[in-house]
């Protein structure tokens, strides 16, 4: 950022930039997941309609509902922290209860539901 104009610095760092959609980086994902698309509807809590609108790119997921995909996908927390920066979301924040709590369910391959219940009895707001 410390030269005169945009086009100077965007020329100088084109290959930092991150040019994957969302959509695209969930395809990763999902290709080495081994899941059908029915299988990590029901992993994530979603209807497989959504979850096509997603992967279409015709519908952007919440920050939540993004989560919910990576938990499904068993993402790691690494991949997970790169798609919520790519889709313009906060990352997740382990010093925030209920992004902790999400963090850890994570690290371990929590499944969703565990999540879920451990974010209602800590009186946090659920994934869906």
């Avoid at 927390?77 to 790519?86: F, I, M, N, V």
């Avoid at 924040?93 to 009895?121: C, E, M, Q, V, W």
Wanted: hydrophobic share 35%; net charge neutral; proline share 3%.
């Amino acid at each position: 950022m410390t030269q005169p104009d945009i086009d100077s610095y965007i020329k100088e760092n084109q290959e930092f930039f991150c040019d994957w959609s969302v959509s695209e980086l969930l395809g990763q994902l999902y290709e080495k997941s081994g899941l059908s698309k029915a299988g990590l509807a029901r992993k994530a809590g979603m209807s497989e309609v959504y979850l096509h609108q997603i992967f279409s790119g015709r519908r952007k997921p919440s920050r939540d509902r993004l989560l919910c995909l990576c938990i499904g996908l068993d993402a790691t927390l690494d991949e997970t922290q790169r798609l919520l920066k790519q889709a313009a979301y906060a990352q997740v924040y382990p010093k925030n209860k209920r992004d902790a709590i999400i963090s850890h369910g994570i690290i371990h391959h929590t499944p969703l539901s565990a999540i879920n219940d451990k974010l209602f009895a800590e009186n946090e707001r659920t994934l869906f």
